[in-house]
């Protein structure tokens, strides 16, 4: 393909997708078609790579392994069978782009951007990191509480298919088998089903997916299920940030002064971090893995958590009404889909 023809591919991929349309500059736009190109034209097939001599071998394993999770999810998830995931990019960098979220300081409401298609979600994205961070700074200078992070593969959500698909990248096929099968089954959720304008629901959608995924992976691999510890780990952080978020949203929808508004979120965030340092002192035995987040959190970290894990309960109650059938439960997902947002709440919500 000429770099003409995959340049204008690629324009429509970010016309649909929203990575780089509804922008208010050119810039913005430039960088995302240059960033989405660069990196597909690192892309080579997984064949070519496993047959290099000068592959490592362990990043030769990887790519093997990330092969038998994506026929896996074929199989055995009912997840798209196309050429996502049959390539692998390697960016020289840590992460494939970096996000800004923003959320105003009295809320828990994440500000949106609206792209054509895509509809309205909650970041923006960036190819550099510098770039993002400009932007945050903008919307703390606007009066909102901003956040960068750096995500380690975004979805296409299908619209690149024809020209190579989404590719495995060296920013996550170098972690944990658990951590490299829950990305690659989320991000293929993705191309399932995506509602415009509804990021709980896509996201949360997608990390049921991600968990019930794994564990169909590890019984069917024979592998042991994950570290009780780490599992125990995670679910304390949920537990400990959605009471911060409840208490938070009730604060936030008083009828007190934003002064005092502002006092007792000051109490309520300092008290969440004194949990995470009792956790981390205790039962954590000095695991170091959530600082950062720690470290940065504000309303818009906890807003950007609630859109992935806020229906998670929800859905996975849904798969299991669904005989644990993936393929009844992405069919039951696409009926909900076509329902009004308040409608497709009150039904996750109805499920017993």
């Not at 050119?26 to 995302?32: D, P, T």
Request: aromatic residues 10%; contains cysteine; glycine residues 6%.
């Amino acid at each position: 393909m000429k770099s003409g023809s995959l340049i204008r591919a690629v324009l429509l991929c970010a016309a649909v997708t929203g990575l780089a349309t509804g922008c208010s500059s050119v810039g913005y736009y430039a960088q995302s078609v240059g960033g989405h190109v660069d990196l597909m034209q690192r892309a080579r097939p997984l064949p070519d790579w496993l047959a290099d001599p000068a592959t490592p071998p362990a990043l030769r394993e990887r790519l093997a392994l990330a092969q038998q999770l994506r026929r896996f999810a074929v199989t055995d998830l009912a997840l798209p069978d196309n050429a996502s995931y049959t390539r692998y990019a390697d960016l020289g960098r840590n992460a494939a782009v970096w996000n800004v979220v923003a959320a105003p300081e009295l809320s828990l409401q994440l500000k949106t951007w609206c792209y054509p298609v895509m509809g309205c979600v909650g970041y923006r994205g960036y190819f550099d990191v510098a770039a993002a961070e400009a932007e945050a700074q903008v919307q703390r200078d606007a009066g909102f509480e901003a956040l960068v992070y750096g995500v380690p593969a975004y979805s296409t959500l299908g619209w690149t298919n024809w020209i190579g698909g989404d590719p495995l990248l060296n920013t996550f096929v170098n972690g944990g088998e658990a951590a490299l099968a829950r990305l690659v089954f989320h991000e293929l959720a993705h191309q399932v089903l995506y509602v415009a304008g509804d990021t709980a629901f896509n996201e949360s959608y997608a990390t049921a997916v991600e968990r019930l995924g794994l564990v169909r992976w590890q019984a069917a691999a024979g592998r042991p299920a994950e570290d009780p510890a780490l599992a125990q780990r995670a679910a304390d952080f949920r537990a400990i940030t959605q009471r911060a978020r409840a208490a938070l949203a009730a604060l936030y929808a008083s009828d007190l002064p934003d002064a005092a508004k502002r006092a007792r979120k000051a109490e309520l965030m300092a008290a969440l971090r004194a949990e995470h340092a009792a956790l981390k002192a205790g039962p954590w035995a000095g695991y170091t893995g959530y600082d950062a987040w720690f470290a940065k959190a504000n309303n818009a970290a906890l807003a950007l958590q609630s859109a992935y894990d806020s229906l998670v309960p929800a859905f996975e109650r849904l798969f299991h009404q669904q005989g644990d059938d993936f393929s009844r439960f992405h069919a039951e997902v696409r009926r909900l889909a076509a329902l009004s947002p308040e409608q497709r709440r009150a039904a996750l919500t109805a499920i017993p």
